[in-house]
């Protein structure tokens, strides 16, 4: 397995340089204190109110089963760019508006020709060009005058935006400060929160553009999530440790 390195740019070496000091106990310690991955949103289900029954995915269809019975394909997180990620096909749920029938389906997160944005209102939830996630029969579907309620599992209120998606800002690595994309792909999978996959020292790192592979931009993930919501705070700190630097924005 390829290991990732601390430094800048992002190389892959053999054998997996420790981020933080070794010589410096306290220092490691508040080092991989800051390192340690940020506790992240849980994926859930989507469940329609009326229906009682959750949105997963089955082949190429959006489909309507039963809540009982839980899947990853049952799972879905909402990730960067108002994108609604699915756990079990690791696609995002999108519209290809050159399908004027039926533009709803499942797609590569990354896929530039189609519109992969969510929004709320209420508890309904829809995209562009007022298409409405509706149900018809037991298909998922998209229309633009049909109004149809969804919410959490086992939820009485909790519609499908109650848990929004939060920034995470990287720290260290080569990406300056710049916020984790969700998901990337690294190594051909996807990933829809910080990883270690990569490392030995279990230190959660995220890439900050949406395939790694190509672009090489990465940094660690922080510990607490309000670190994640600083976008706003004009504070620049810089520090070194050792042989390296960090910007910490």
Known sequence: MDFLSFGSPLVIKKKVDWPCPSENTAERQECSARTRAAPAAP????????????????????????????????????????????LG????????????????GMFECDATYLVLWWRCHGNMLYGASEWKVTVSGRLVVVRKNVYHEWKR????????????????HTLLGNAHGYSCVFPFNYNNKWY?????EGREDNLH????????????????????PRWA?????????????????????
Not at 52 to 76: A, Q, Y
Not at 206 to 218: G, I, L, M
């Open 43 to 86: 994926p859930s289900d989507v469940t329609s109110v009326t229906l009682k029954r959750c949105v997963t995915v089955n082949g190429s269809n959006v489909v309507l089963d039963d809540c009982e019975r839980p899947t990853r394909h049952m799972l879905w997180k909402w990730v960067s760019r108002h994108r609604l990620f699915n």
């Open 89 to 104: 096909t690791s696609m995002c749920l999108g519209l290809n508006l050159s399908d004027t029938m039926q533009p709803l």
């Open 153 to 168: 599992y086992n939820t009485p209120k909790e519609g499908p935006c109650s848990h929004p998606y939060e920034e995470i």
């Open 192 to 196: 829809a929160e910080c990883t270690t």
């Open 205 to 224: 790192w995220c890439a900050t553009t949406d395939r790694y592979d190509q672009s090489e931009r990465w940094g660690f993930c922080p510990v607490y």
């Open 229 to 249: 919501s600083h976008r706003k705070r004009l504070l620049k700190h810089s520090c070194s440790l050792l042989m390296f630097r960090c910007f910490l924005l």
